[in-house]
Protein backbone atom coordinates (compact mmCIF):
# COMPACT_ATOMS: atom_id res chain seq x y z
CA UNK A 1 0.00 0.00 0.00
CA UNK A 2 1.70 3.41 -1.30
CA UNK A 3 1.42 6.39 1.36
CA UNK A 4 -0.53 9.44 0.62
CA UNK A 5 1.48 12.01 0.09
CA UNK A 6 0.52 15.26 2.31
CA UNK A 7 -0.44 18.08 0.50
CA UNK A 8 1.51 20.54 2.38
CA UNK A 9 5.12 18.81 1.76
CA UNK A 10 6.46 20.98 -0.53
CA UNK A 11 10.20 21.40 -1.99
CA UNK A 12 11.49 24.69 -0.74
CA UNK A 13 13.42 26.72 -3.61
CA UNK A 14 13.88 24.02 -6.26
CA UNK A 15 11.01 25.77 -8.55
CA UNK A 16 13.17 28.78 -9.29
CA UNK A 17 16.95 28.77 -8.92
CA UNK A 18 18.45 31.97 -8.26
CA UNK A 19 21.36 33.70 -9.59
CA UNK A 20 24.40 33.98 -6.71
CA UNK A 21 26.96 36.67 -6.69
CA UNK A 22 29.75 37.93 -4.35
CA UNK A 23 28.38 40.76 -2.60
CA UNK A 24 31.24 42.00 -0.36
CA UNK A 25 34.80 41.01 0.63
CA UNK A 26 37.31 41.37 3.07
CA UNK A 27 40.95 40.11 3.84
CA UNK A 28 43.55 40.30 6.87
CA UNK A 29 47.02 39.37 6.94
CA UNK A 30 48.97 39.42 10.35
CA UNK A 31 51.08 42.41 10.86
CA UNK A 32 54.74 40.49 10.80
CA UNK A 33 56.58 40.43 7.56
CA UNK A 34 59.27 38.15 6.97
CA UNK A 35 61.10 39.49 3.67
CA UNK A 36 63.36 36.63 1.89
CA UNK A 37 66.43 38.75 3.20
CA UNK A 38 65.08 38.24 6.69
CA UNK A 39 64.75 34.05 5.99
CA UNK A 40 68.39 34.13 4.51
CA UNK A 41 69.78 34.49 8.02
CA UNK A 42 68.41 31.39 9.49
CA UNK A 43 67.56 29.22 5.90
CA UNK A 44 70.34 28.04 3.43
CA UNK A 45 68.80 30.37 0.62
CA UNK A 46 68.81 33.70 -0.87
CA UNK A 47 66.31 36.19 -2.16
CA UNK A 48 67.39 35.71 -5.22
CA UNK A 49 66.83 32.21 -5.68
CA UNK A 50 63.21 32.33 -4.11
CA UNK A 51 62.29 35.78 -6.03
CA UNK A 52 63.08 33.59 -9.18
CA UNK A 53 62.08 30.69 -9.04
CA UNK A 54 58.37 31.79 -7.43
CA UNK A 55 57.96 35.64 -8.19
CA UNK A 56 57.83 35.95 -3.91
CA UNK A 57 59.78 38.59 -2.03
CA UNK A 58 57.70 38.45 1.27
CA UNK A 59 55.27 36.95 3.46
CA UNK A 60 53.08 37.47 6.57
CA UNK A 61 53.57 35.15 9.91
CA UNK A 62 50.79 34.88 12.19
CA UNK A 63 51.96 35.97 15.58
CA UNK A 64 52.05 32.49 17.94
CA UNK A 65 49.25 33.38 20.13
CA UNK A 66 46.88 34.04 16.42
CA UNK A 67 45.11 30.91 15.40
CA UNK A 68 43.73 30.39 11.89
CA UNK A 69 40.20 31.30 13.39
CA UNK A 70 41.23 34.72 13.95
CA UNK A 71 42.46 35.50 11.05
CA UNK A 72 39.04 34.18 9.42
CA UNK A 73 37.25 36.51 11.95
CA UNK A 74 39.52 39.57 11.02
CA UNK A 75 38.28 38.77 6.91
CA UNK A 76 35.00 38.26 7.95
CA UNK A 77 34.57 41.35 9.83
CA UNK A 78 35.62 43.64 6.75
CA UNK A 79 33.66 41.57 4.69
CA UNK A 80 30.70 42.04 6.86
CA UNK A 81 31.01 45.94 6.98
CA UNK A 82 31.77 46.04 3.45
CA UNK A 83 28.64 44.08 2.69
CA UNK A 84 26.59 45.88 4.92
CA UNK A 85 25.47 42.48 6.76
CA UNK A 86 24.45 41.92 9.94
CA UNK A 87 25.60 38.02 12.32
CA UNK A 88 22.22 37.16 12.57
CA UNK A 89 21.87 37.17 8.56
CA UNK A 90 24.15 35.02 7.99
CA UNK A 91 22.88 31.42 7.20
CA UNK A 92 25.64 29.47 6.50
CA UNK A 93 29.24 29.43 6.96
CA UNK A 94 31.61 27.83 5.78
CA UNK A 95 35.53 27.98 6.55
CA UNK A 96 38.17 26.14 4.17
CA UNK A 97 41.51 25.65 5.35
CA UNK A 98 43.63 23.36 5.94
CA UNK A 99 45.30 24.57 9.18
CA UNK A 100 42.23 24.05 11.66
CA UNK A 101 42.52 25.47 15.10
CA UNK A 102 41.75 22.18 16.12
CA UNK A 103 40.67 18.33 15.18
CA UNK A 104 37.11 19.87 16.13
CA UNK A 105 34.99 21.69 16.76
CA UNK A 106 35.42 23.36 13.32
CA UNK A 107 36.67 26.70 12.71
CA UNK A 108 33.94 27.46 11.65
CA UNK A 109 31.84 27.21 14.55
CA UNK A 110 34.66 29.15 16.26
CA UNK A 111 34.35 32.33 13.93
CA UNK A 112 30.31 31.85 14.69
CA UNK A 113 30.67 32.43 17.76
CA UNK A 114 33.24 35.49 17.39
CA UNK A 115 31.20 37.03 15.16
CA UNK A 116 27.76 36.10 16.93
CA UNK A 117 26.27 34.70 13.57
CA UNK A 118 23.46 32.39 15.83
CA UNK A 119 21.80 31.77 12.36
CA UNK A 120 24.22 29.97 10.68
CA UNK A 121 25.30 26.39 9.41
CA UNK A 122 28.92 25.77 10.30
CA UNK A 123 31.22 23.56 8.50
CA UNK A 124 35.05 23.77 7.76
CA UNK A 125 36.27 22.52 4.34
CA UNK A 126 39.17 20.59 3.45
CA UNK A 127 40.64 20.46 -0.19
CA UNK A 128 43.76 22.55 0.56
CA UNK A 129 44.52 25.21 -2.15
CA UNK A 130 41.60 24.54 -3.67
CA UNK A 131 39.16 25.07 -0.88
CA UNK A 132 37.71 28.61 -1.52
CA UNK A 133 36.60 27.76 -5.19
CA UNK A 134 35.25 24.71 -4.07
CA UNK A 135 33.81 26.50 -0.79
CA UNK A 136 31.63 29.05 -2.87
CA UNK A 137 30.21 26.37 -4.91
CA UNK A 138 29.05 24.57 -2.45
CA UNK A 139 27.46 27.87 -1.02
CA UNK A 140 25.86 28.35 -4.31
CA UNK A 141 23.78 25.52 -4.27
CA UNK A 142 22.06 25.79 -1.22
CA UNK A 143 21.69 29.96 -2.28
CA UNK A 144 20.45 29.38 -5.89
CA UNK A 145 18.17 26.37 -5.14
CA UNK A 146 16.58 29.29 -2.06
CA UNK A 147 17.67 26.93 0.77
CA UNK A 148 19.85 29.45 2.47
CA UNK A 149 20.03 33.11 1.63
CA UNK A 150 23.42 34.68 2.88
CA UNK A 151 26.60 33.16 2.69
CA UNK A 152 29.98 33.80 4.42
CA UNK A 153 32.66 31.92 2.71
CA UNK A 154 36.24 32.12 4.19
CA UNK A 155 39.59 30.68 3.01
CA UNK A 156 41.94 31.25 6.16
CA UNK A 157 45.02 29.55 6.60
CA UNK A 158 48.40 29.63 9.48
CA UNK A 159 50.33 27.97 7.20
CA UNK A 160 53.59 28.96 9.08
CA UNK A 161 52.73 26.28 11.69
CA UNK A 162 52.64 23.17 9.46
CA UNK A 163 56.03 24.23 7.82
CA UNK A 164 59.42 22.65 8.19
CA UNK A 165 61.93 25.73 8.85
CA UNK A 166 64.95 23.65 7.84
CA UNK A 167 63.54 22.14 4.47
CA UNK A 168 64.54 25.09 2.22
CA UNK A 169 62.62 23.67 -0.79
CA UNK A 170 59.50 24.58 1.18
CA UNK A 171 59.47 26.99 4.38
CA UNK A 172 59.82 29.98 1.71
CA UNK A 173 56.86 29.50 -0.25
CA UNK A 174 54.09 29.22 2.57
CA UNK A 175 52.59 32.58 4.00
CA UNK A 176 49.70 33.28 6.79
CA UNK A 177 46.40 35.08 5.94
CA UNK A 178 42.39 34.95 5.21
CA UNK A 179 39.76 36.06 3.06
CA UNK A 180 36.20 36.44 3.08
CA UNK A 181 33.23 36.38 0.69
CA UNK A 182 29.31 37.34 1.15
CA UNK A 183 27.32 35.22 -1.21
CA UNK A 184 24.01 36.30 -1.88
CA UNK A 185 21.18 36.09 -4.71
CA UNK A 186 21.35 38.97 -6.90
CA UNK A 187 19.00 39.15 -9.01
CA UNK A 188 20.04 41.24 -11.73
CA UNK A 189 23.49 39.59 -12.97
CA UNK A 190 24.46 36.43 -13.69
CA UNK A 191 27.01 35.53 -10.75
CA UNK A 192 28.77 32.60 -10.82
CA UNK A 193 28.25 31.22 -14.37
CA UNK A 194 29.58 27.74 -13.19
CA UNK A 195 32.49 25.85 -11.80
CA UNK A 196 34.18 23.03 -12.76
CA UNK A 197 35.45 21.03 -9.41
CA UNK A 198 38.07 17.73 -9.71
CA UNK A 199 40.18 15.81 -8.04
CA UNK A 200 42.55 13.09 -8.16
CA UNK A 201 43.47 11.16 -4.65
CA UNK A 202 46.39 9.41 -6.23
CA UNK A 203 49.20 12.08 -6.25
CA UNK A 204 47.95 12.82 -2.43
CA UNK A 205 51.06 11.25 -1.70
CA UNK A 206 53.43 14.57 -3.75
CA UNK A 207 52.18 16.82 -0.97
CA UNK A 208 50.70 16.32 2.39
CA UNK A 209 51.11 16.58 6.64
CA UNK A 210 52.02 12.37 7.25
CA UNK A 211 51.41 12.55 10.84
CA UNK A 212 49.07 14.52 13.07
CA UNK A 213 45.63 12.48 12.19
CA UNK A 214 44.17 9.43 12.55
CA UNK A 215 46.59 7.34 10.71
CA UNK A 216 49.83 8.65 12.51
CA UNK A 217 49.30 10.44 15.47
CA UNK A 218 51.82 12.24 17.20
CA UNK A 219 54.27 10.35 18.98
CA UNK A 220 57.59 11.59 20.16
CA UNK A 221 58.47 9.61 16.98
CA UNK A 222 56.43 11.17 14.66
CA UNK A 223 57.73 14.64 15.84
CA UNK A 224 61.23 13.32 15.70
CA UNK A 225 60.94 12.20 11.94
CA UNK A 226 59.28 15.45 11.32
CA UNK A 227 56.56 13.83 10.24
CA UNK A 228 54.32 15.97 11.48
CA UNK A 229 54.96 19.36 8.79
CA UNK A 230 55.07 19.74 5.23
CA UNK A 231 56.30 17.31 2.82
CA UNK A 232 56.27 18.41 -0.90
CA UNK A 233 57.92 16.64 -4.14
CA UNK A 234 58.02 20.35 -5.74
CA UNK A 235 58.96 19.52 -9.52
CA UNK A 236 55.97 17.10 -9.82
CA UNK A 237 53.69 19.44 -8.02
CA UNK A 238 54.55 21.75 -10.55
CA UNK A 239 53.63 20.06 -13.51
CA UNK A 240 50.30 18.81 -12.35
CA UNK A 241 49.37 22.33 -10.90
CA UNK A 242 49.67 24.07 -14.56
CA UNK A 243 47.88 21.09 -16.20
CA UNK A 244 45.21 21.28 -13.60
CA UNK A 245 44.64 24.96 -13.31
CA UNK A 246 44.90 25.50 -17.46
CA UNK A 247 42.32 21.95 -17.91
CA UNK A 248 39.86 23.74 -15.50
CA UNK A 249 40.15 26.93 -16.80
CA UNK A 250 39.63 25.91 -20.14
CA UNK A 251 36.77 23.62 -19.11
CA UNK A 252 34.96 26.36 -17.09
CA UNK A 253 35.11 28.55 -20.55
CA UNK A 254 33.25 25.99 -22.80
CA UNK A 255 30.51 24.98 -20.72
CA UNK A 256 30.01 28.93 -20.23
CA UNK A 257 29.94 29.11 -24.20
CA UNK A 258 33.05 32.02 -23.38
CA UNK A 259 36.27 32.54 -24.61
CA UNK A 260 39.57 33.96 -23.06
CA UNK A 261 38.79 37.43 -24.76
CA UNK A 262 35.30 37.68 -22.74
CA UNK A 263 37.51 37.40 -19.55
CA UNK A 264 37.96 40.99 -17.89
CA UNK A 265 40.70 39.32 -15.10
CA UNK A 266 41.99 36.23 -14.12
CA UNK A 267 42.20 35.34 -10.80
CA UNK A 268 44.30 32.13 -9.98
CA UNK A 269 45.91 30.23 -7.19
CA UNK A 270 48.91 32.41 -5.52
CA UNK A 271 51.56 29.68 -5.90
CA UNK A 272 53.98 30.72 -7.91
CA UNK A 273 54.65 33.16 -10.65
CA UNK A 274 56.25 30.35 -13.07
CA UNK A 275 53.31 28.21 -12.78
CA UNK A 276 51.02 31.14 -13.64
CA UNK A 277 53.06 32.05 -16.61
CA UNK A 278 52.86 28.62 -17.38
CA UNK A 279 49.32 28.52 -17.38
CA UNK A 280 49.30 31.63 -19.46
CA UNK A 281 50.97 30.30 -22.31
CA UNK A 282 48.95 27.14 -21.95
CA UNK A 283 45.11 28.79 -22.24
CA UNK A 284 47.03 31.60 -24.76
CA UNK A 285 45.68 34.05 -22.16
CA UNK A 286 47.98 37.10 -21.93
CA UNK A 287 50.13 37.56 -18.41
CA UNK A 288 48.16 41.05 -17.79
CA UNK A 289 45.02 39.18 -17.51
CA UNK A 290 46.64 37.80 -14.95
CA UNK A 291 45.84 39.19 -11.02
CA UNK A 292 49.25 38.53 -8.85
CA UNK A 293 49.96 39.53 -5.50
CA UNK A 294 51.91 36.52 -4.39
CA UNK A 295 55.05 38.41 -4.37
CA UNK A 296 53.76 40.51 -1.07
CA UNK A 297 51.81 37.36 0.48
CA UNK A 298 53.55 34.26 -1.05
CA UNK A 299 50.97 31.23 -0.81
CA UNK A 300 48.73 31.71 1.62
CA UNK A 301 46.71 28.03 0.79
CA UNK A 302 42.70 28.41 0.88
CA UNK A 303 43.28 32.26 1.39
CA UNK A 304 45.01 33.43 -1.52
CA UNK A 305 42.70 33.73 -4.04
CA UNK A 306 39.96 35.20 -2.07
CA UNK A 307 42.60 37.63 -0.60
CA UNK A 308 43.29 38.16 -4.38
CA UNK A 309 39.58 38.78 -5.38
CA UNK A 310 39.53 41.51 -2.33
CA UNK A 311 42.75 43.11 -3.46
CA UNK A 312 42.02 43.49 -7.08
CA UNK A 313 38.05 44.94 -6.62
CA UNK A 314 39.50 47.16 -3.89
CA UNK A 315 41.83 48.36 -6.62
CA UNK A 316 39.45 48.78 -9.44
CA UNK A 317 41.44 45.55 -11.03
CA UNK A 318 38.22 44.45 -11.53
CA UNK A 319 34.69 46.11 -11.69
CA UNK A 320 30.82 45.60 -11.65
CA UNK A 321 29.84 43.01 -14.46
CA UNK A 322 33.35 42.10 -16.06
CA UNK A 323 33.76 38.50 -16.04
CA UNK A 324 36.40 36.95 -13.73
CA UNK A 325 37.86 33.54 -13.98
CA UNK A 326 39.13 32.21 -10.48
CA UNK A 327 41.25 28.49 -11.09
CA UNK A 328 43.17 26.79 -7.98
CA UNK A 329 45.08 24.23 -7.21
CA UNK A 330 46.17 22.49 -4.63
CA UNK A 331 46.85 18.61 -2.27
CA UNK A 332 44.95 15.92 -2.67
CA UNK A 333 45.27 16.82 -5.45
CA UNK A 334 42.51 19.14 -6.06
CA UNK A 335 41.55 21.53 -8.54
CA UNK A 336 38.67 24.25 -9.42
CA UNK A 337 37.81 26.73 -11.08
CA UNK A 338 34.57 29.61 -11.73
CA UNK A 339 33.33 32.24 -14.01
CA UNK A 340 31.62 35.08 -12.38
CA UNK A 341 30.08 38.20 -13.44
CA UNK A 342 31.52 40.39 -11.22
C1 LIG B 1 59.62 24.36 -5.06
C2 LIG B 1 60.15 24.90 -6.37
C3 LIG B 1 60.20 26.39 -6.30
C4 LIG B 1 61.54 24.33 -6.57
O1 LIG B 1 62.05 24.81 -7.80
P1 LIG B 1 62.81 23.79 -8.76
O2 LIG B 1 63.33 24.58 -9.89
O3 LIG B 1 61.84 22.68 -9.06
O4 LIG B 1 64.00 23.31 -7.87
P2 LIG B 1 64.40 21.85 -7.37
O5 LIG B 1 63.43 21.38 -6.33
O6 LIG B 1 64.61 20.97 -8.54
O7 LIG B 1 65.77 22.17 -6.69
C5 LIG B 1 66.85 22.70 -7.44
C6 LIG B 1 67.96 23.00 -6.47
O8 LIG B 1 67.60 24.14 -5.67
C7 LIG B 1 67.80 23.81 -4.30
N1 LIG B 1 66.85 24.55 -3.49
C8 LIG B 1 65.59 24.19 -3.13
N2 LIG B 1 65.06 25.16 -2.39
C9 LIG B 1 65.97 26.15 -2.29
C10 LIG B 1 65.97 27.40 -1.66
N3 LIG B 1 64.93 27.86 -0.96
N4 LIG B 1 67.08 28.16 -1.77
C11 LIG B 1 68.14 27.73 -2.46
N5 LIG B 1 68.18 26.55 -3.07
C12 LIG B 1 67.11 25.77 -3.00
C13 LIG B 1 67.59 22.32 -4.23
O9 LIG B 1 68.22 21.79 -3.07
C14 LIG B 1 68.24 21.85 -5.49
O10 LIG B 1 69.63 21.82 -5.29
P3 LIG B 1 70.52 20.66 -5.95
O11 LIG B 1 70.34 20.82 -7.43
O12 LIG B 1 71.88 20.99 -5.45
O13 LIG B 1 69.94 19.38 -5.43
C15 LIG B 1 59.24 24.46 -7.53
O14 LIG B 1 59.38 23.08 -7.78
C16 LIG B 1 57.81 24.76 -7.29
O15 LIG B 1 57.42 25.90 -7.18
N6 LIG B 1 56.93 23.73 -7.25
C17 LIG B 1 55.53 23.93 -6.99
C18 LIG B 1 55.34 24.14 -5.52
C19 LIG B 1 53.98 24.67 -5.19
O16 LIG B 1 53.56 25.66 -5.72
N7 LIG B 1 53.28 23.98 -4.28
C20 LIG B 1 52.02 24.35 -3.82
C21 LIG B 1 50.97 23.98 -4.80
S1 LIG B 1 49.41 24.35 -4.19
Not at 32 to 57: A, H, M, P, Q, S
Not at 174 to 192: K, P, T, V
Not at 253 to 273: E, M, S, Y
Request: charged content about 20%; overall charge negative.
Amino acid sequence: MSAERSPTLHRPGLDSLRTVSIIATGSYVPDRVLTNTELEKFVDTTDEWIYTRTGIRQRHIAEDHQATSDLAIAAARKAMENGNIRPEEIDYLIVATCTPDMHFPSTACMVQKELGATNAACVDLSAACSGFVYAIDMARQYIQSGTMNTALVIGAEKMSCLLDWEDRATCVLFGDGAGAAILQARGDQYGILTSVLGGDGKLGDLLNVPGGGSRLPITPEVLADKQHVLKMAGREVFKHAVTGMAGAAQETLRRCGATIDDVACIIPHQANARIIQAISQRIDAPMEKFYVNLDRFGNTSAASVIMAIDEAARKGRIQRGDLVLLVVFGAGFTWAASLLEW
